[in-house]
């Protein structure tokens, strides 16, 4: 079974950063792409990034709705995955989850739940608040 855990929310003034962590745990963890999803209060849950398995070549993709200053990177002897924010607006705030599956430029774009198709392993979310 494959768990992710999320870590790094916060509240933070905007303009600010943060770095959120997602530790991916079980036997195979390093062939599933990770991906990084948010859920703002009242929206429907988006795709932000993902980053392909080891055996993919750990390619990384990025919806069309994010702006530049979202980056996805992986750390393979932590078997973790980054997604770093900067320049944080009050639009970002929201809960921010990790799933692990099938990561491509067509899966990272879907919202609400067809996320839920290619992205079968998910995590508890984290909180990411920004005040202006």
């Known amino acids: 079974q494959l768990q992710l855990v999320e870590s790094g929310g916060g509240l933070v003034q905007a303009g600010g950063a943060l770095r959120l962590s997602c530790a991916a745990s079980?036997?195979?963890?390093?062939?599933?792409?990770i991906g990084w999803f948010r859920q703002a209060p009242g929206k429907d849950l988006e795709g932000i990034s993902c980053?392909?398995?080891?055996?993919?070549?750990?390619?990384?993709y990025y919806s069309d709705s994010v702006k530049g200053t979202f980056a996805i990177s992986k750390d393979k002897a932590k078997n973790t995955v980054y997604l770093q924010i900067d320049y944080l607006e009050a639009g970002d705030t929201g809960v921010y989850f990790c799933?692990?599956?099938?990561?491509?430029?067509?899966?990272?774009?879907?919202?609400?739940?067809?996320?839920?198709?290619?992205?079968?392993?998910w995590g508890q979310g984290t909180q990411v608040t920004v005040s202006s």
């Open positions: 079980g036997s195979t963890s390093e062939h599933y792409g």
């Open positions: 799933a692990a599956g099938f990561c491509n430029q067509t899966s990272i774009r879907a919202r609400g739940d067809i996320l839920l198709r290619p992205f079968h392993f």
């Open positions: 980053i392909t398995g080891s055996l993919s070549g750990e390619t990384t």
